[in-house]
């Protein structure tokens, strides 16, 4: 069965600093990984996506995850935190195998980050 | 500008009263789908659309119906409410490549059922 583990249900950093979110997955199929955050009423925002190709992958807002087959991780990082970067982050998969025409994500439970200044 | 609008975004009713939260999309995307987010267990598939009069369910669909009459539109019915489906809901949409796309998503729908 398909899952995805956010194992922290949320992160504190000091402004400036590096960060990380973690996300582990679960598939039968090649992945399809994406990261997607929210912010206070509202939807959630696309932010990067692995398919194939390069492990590591970089989206919007200057964040950027790395595809760990062994590990079968793929964590958010951002190089120096900003406060306005304090949301909710939910990692998500899509099982290769499955026929592309399902569209079917599943989601993490979510990982608030919060930047402090 | 491309955006998916859900409709209300607020709404507080009581338990066996007849809802439902309508879902637009611009972008002419085959691909739509609800979901309801509830705290420590993230986001989970209700119902979704491969393209106009085609539904199926996704993990969670009990107390719930779909239509895809239009393209643009996929409404969520929540023929007899009760207060487990009190949740914030999202509904999303992506082309015919969606697996290897991203989905846009509506601004959600927070429901209380008393």
């Known amino acids: 069965a398909q899952s995805v583990a956010q194992p922290e249900d949320q992160v504190k950093v000091a402004e400036g600093n590096p960060l990380t979110v973690k996300c582990t997955y679960s598939?039968?199929?090649?992945?399809?990984l994406f990261w997607y955050v929210q912010y206070p009423n509202r939807g959630l925002q696309f932010l990067l996506k692995?398919?194939?190709?390069?492990?590591l992958v970089k989206g919007s807002y200057g964040f950027e995850a790395e595809f760990n087959k062994s590990q079968t991780s793929f964590h958010l990082k951002k190089p120096s935190a900003l406060v306005s970067d304090s949301a909710l982050y939910f990692c998500?998969?899509?099982?290769?195998?499955?026929?592309?025409?399902?569209?079917?994500?599943?989601f993490g439970q979510g990982t608030t980050l919060q930047v402090k200044p | 500008e491309a955006q998916v609008t859900q409709n209300p975004r607020y709404l507080i009713t009581v338990t066996g009263k007849k809802l439902t939260v309508t879902c637009s999309q611009n972008?002419?995307?085959?691909?739509m789908s609800w979901y309801r987010q509830d705290p420590g267990l993230g986001l989970r598939q209700i119902y979704y659309?491969?393209?106009?009069?085609?539904?199926d369910k996704g993990d969670v669909p009990e107390g719930y119906k779909v239509s895809r009459k239009e393209k643009r539109n996929f409404p969520l019915i929540l023929e007899s409410p009760s207060p487990n489906q009190t949740s914030l809901y999202f509904c999303?949409?992506?082309?015919?490549?969606?697996?290897?796309?991203?989905?846009?998503f509506g601004d959600g729908t927070r429901l209380s059922i008393l």
């Open positions: 999303a949409s992506s082309s015919k490549q969606g697996a290897v796309l991203a989905q846009h």
């Open positions: 598939v039968s199929g090649n992945p399809y």
């Open positions: 692995y398919i194939t190709g390069d492990n």
């Open positions: 998500a998969v899509r099982d290769g195998k499955i026929a592309s025409n399902t569209g079917k994500l599943i």
């Open positions: 972008m002419n995307h085959e691909y």
């Open positions: 659309s491969m393209n106009v009069e085609v539904t």
